[in-house]
């Protein structure tokens, strides 16, 4: 099956601890993607990345940082979560090109207490 | 900067009847507009997205028009399905093919 994948699903954690979310591409996709959806449903851009180089930073607090290991893995790690951070995490990825399209895993749900 | 407009924040309407859905753009580029839908629980996936050569895209019984001038690209269908019950967002994308989402639209219809 080609697609996007995320882990966890779900992930419920405390003020101060650190997080870290997967996120895998099967589409052979040269761009993955880190966007938040905050619980207004509000979707933001946080990183972009292209063959495992950072492209785009969109002004992320510095407790965020994201990690590729190759152009089919981004994760992201949280260093010290805050409660603003609870939120659901997409990850998406594309061909890179001008307007392609680009496609999105399930997410991952964040609840900080 | 890249923004999105919807207007409209919650849509109701009765099944048969036909939908609207605002959006604008301000962009320094000429970007692409796109259309995604999320139903509850799942992904965002692409519903429309605009040509560069000004065709229509058309998909699922939606469409919607680039309009440069007036810099929207509004969503419609003819006849709404209760199916059509979703989060609708509108989004841009010009440098470095980031998506640059509107507030989003929830689109509730009713029998």
């Known amino acids: 099956e080609t697609a996007v994948f995320q882990t966890p699903n779900y992930h419920v954690t405390q003020v101060g601890n650190e997080v870290s979310f997967n996120c895998k591409q099967t589409l052979g996709h040269d761009t993955m993607y880190w966007y938040k959806q905050d619980s207004k449903k509000l979707l933001k851009i946080m990183f972009s990345?292209?063959?495992?180089?950072?492209?785009v930073n969109e002004t992320v607090p510095r407790r965020f940082s994201p990690q590729s290991s190759d152009k089919a893995h981004l994760n992201l790690r949280i260093k010290s979560v805050e409660p603003e951070d609870s939120a659901v995490y997409l990850c998406a990825s594309s061909s890179g090109g001008a307007g392609d399209t680009q496609y999105f895993g399930p997410g991952t749900r964040l609840l900080v207490l | 900067g890249d923004s999105v407009t919807q207007t409209e924040g919650l849509v109701t309407l009765t099944e048969g009847l036909p939908v609207m859905l605002n959006c604008t753009y301000q962009s320094t580029y000429s970007p692409f507009l796109f259309w995604y839908v999320q139903h509850l629980n799942e992904a965002p996936k692409l519903l429309l997205k605009s040509f560069t050569d000004n065709k229509r895209p058309e998909h699922q019984g939606f469409h919607a028009t680039l309009h440069k001038s007036s810099s929207s690209f509004h969503l419609q269908k003819s006849s709404a399905q209760l199916s059509d019950s979703a989060l609708y967002y509108c989004?841009?994308?010009?440098?470095?093919?980031?998506?640059?989402f509107g507030s989003g639209t929830k689109l509730t219809v009713e029998p």
């Open positions: 990345y292209n063959n495992k180089q950072l492209i």
């Open positions: 989004a841009l994308s010009s440098n470095y093919n980031v998506l640059y």
